[in-house]
């Protein structure tokens, strides 16, 4: 008995202690959810007051902006929300329409529903595959699109210039930069129905209403064969822990597979038959890390760039293609000239592949299935997005390309 009176005695203070702090706690988290419930009725009442003035002086209100984002990402959906609020009031639109995705709909059918709304710009705020999926919704509509990069690879924001990790720079250029024109790459999976390895898995699996009869959108990158295997093997826990670099990891799960064999067409070239790792087809030519896989891919000249991928003599070649991408990110091409390693590149409008052995196929850093045949093209210009434009990109010489005009390539010289 005195034992528990002592231990009483000395658990009562630290037991007074938690209570009080749980007590002040508690005060906190009712201050602060009064707080942004006031914050959120005096926005109300400005829009309103803003909108009935807007009414008495016979001038509409703007179309809103929509937003739809991933809240799986590693974000706070009600502070990302508040940035929109405030860039709505200082521009003066409506309140922005707001959607989050799902597991079975990664944006398709949100960006489909702001359209319905009217919205005057689609915000995609998540990762690569919610970007792909509100550009497949919004390519050829002519409404303007923003990217709000909140996953791993990001890659189409990094080859618009986007700033990371400016959330004010990147509300202010997704709802108010001037849109320009992007392209996009539109991928078909010619035997959809043939051998999967017994397993349906990835885009074509997963969402049944993905693509546009039988098209898929992709605006950096797709591909047949290593890349897709390396972004097959790359989970998504780990891509929360390391980031970008997790790739690295599905790249060499898979870097002792057998080699494919393909056969290329280019517009209308005849086929050509090569043994590769891999089949690129990129938009844009910028990856993480600062790495350049395409050095002449740009996301506005209606071209893409056909990247042909092989290595041989076991991690010699492997090292030699490393080198061979390092040198492109210092500006120096460099195919062919190392043993063991080949990145050849060739621009097109349109492209098929046929692989003697099914592959799997990816789209932006998304496996879409696994497939012997594949069908690609390009449609210039099929998105306005808002991103800011360089100087130098402005000021261009007189021979030199222009943002958003087709550029001068020629599809049957292949670069070596």
């Known amino acids: 008995m005195i034992v528990l009176v002592v231990a009483l005695v000395v658990a009562l203070p630290t037991l007074l202690v938690t209570v009080?702090?749980?007590?002040?706690?508690?005060?906190?988290?009712?201050e602060s959810a009064a707080a942004n419930a006031e914050a959120a009725r005096l926005l109300d009442e400005e829009r309103a007051a803003r909108e009935e003035a807007a009414a008495r002086a016979g001038r509409p209100v703007p179309p809103p902006v929509a937003v739809v984002v991933n809240p799986s990402k590693n974000v706070?959906?009600?502070?990302?929300?508040?940035?929109?609020?405030?860039?709505?009031?200082?521009?003066?639109?409506?309140?922005?329409l707001w959607y989050e995705t799902t597991a079975d709909d990664p944006g398709r059918g949100q960006a489909t529903e702001a359209l319905r709304a009217g919205a005057s710009t689609i915000v995609a705020a998540g990762g690569d595959g919610t970007v792909r999926a509100v550009a497949e919704i919004l390519a050829g509509t002519g409404t303007p699109m923003g990217v709000i990069p909140l996953g791993t690879g990001n890659l189409l924001a990094r080859n618009l210039?986007?700033?990371?990790?400016?959330?004010?720079?990147?509300v202010r250029i997704a709802t108010s930069e001037e849109p320009r024109p992007v392209d996009v790459g539109w991928l078909r999976v010619e035997d959809a129905g043939r051998d999967r390895s017994g397993d349906a898995e990835g885009i074509l699996a997963d969402e049944a209403d993905a693509g546009r009869d039988g098209w898929h959108a992709f605006t950096v990158i797709a591909g047949l064969g290593f890349d897709a295997d390396m972004v097959r093997?790359?989970?998504?826990?780990?891509?929360?822990?390391?980031?970008w670099a997790a790739y690295f990891v599905g790249g060499v799960k898979n870097m002792v597979k057998s080699r494919l064999k393909v056969s290329v067409t280019v517009d209308d070239a005849a086929p050509e038959d090569l043994k590769v790792r891999t089949v690129m087809l990129a938009n844009c030519g910028l990856l993480p890390g600062n790495l350049v896989l395409s050095?002449?891919?740009?996301?506005?000249?209606?071209?893409?760039?056909?990247?042909?991928?092989?290595t041989r003599f076991g991690l010699?070649?492997?090292?030699?293609?490393g080198l061979s991408v390092l040198a492109q990110r210092a500006g120096r091409r460099r195919t062919g000239d190392l043993p063991g390693s080949e990145l050849l590149f060739k621009p097109a409008r349109r492209i098929r592949v046929a692989a003697q052995d099914t592959a799997h196929v990816q789209l932006d850093g998304d496996l879409l299935s696994t497939s012997g045949a594949i069908e690609v093209r390009v449609e210039q210009g099929a998105l306005q997005m808002r991103y800011?434009?360089?100087?130098?990109?402005l000021q261009t010489r007189e021979g030199e390309h222009v943002p958003g005009e087709p550029a001068e390539r020629h599809p049957e010289k292949l670069d070596e």
Do not use: C, M, Y
């Open 20 to 30: 009080s702090v749980a007590r002040r706690r508690g005060a906190l988290e009712r």
């Open 76 to 96: 706070d959906p009600d502070e990302l929300r508040r940035h929109f609020q405030e860039a709505a009031r200082r521009e003066g639109r409506a309140e922005p």
């Open 161 to 170: 210039g986007l700033p990371l990790e400016d959330t004010d720079q990147l």
């Open 233 to 243: 093997e790359t989970g998504d826990e780990l891509k929360s822990r390391i980031g």
């Open 295 to 310: 050095p002449d891919s740009r996301f506005d000249d209606g071209v893409l760039e056909v990247v042909t991928v092989d």
């Open 316 to 321: 010699v070649g492997w090292a030699n293609l």
């Open 388 to 393: 800011p434009v360089p100087a130098d990109r």
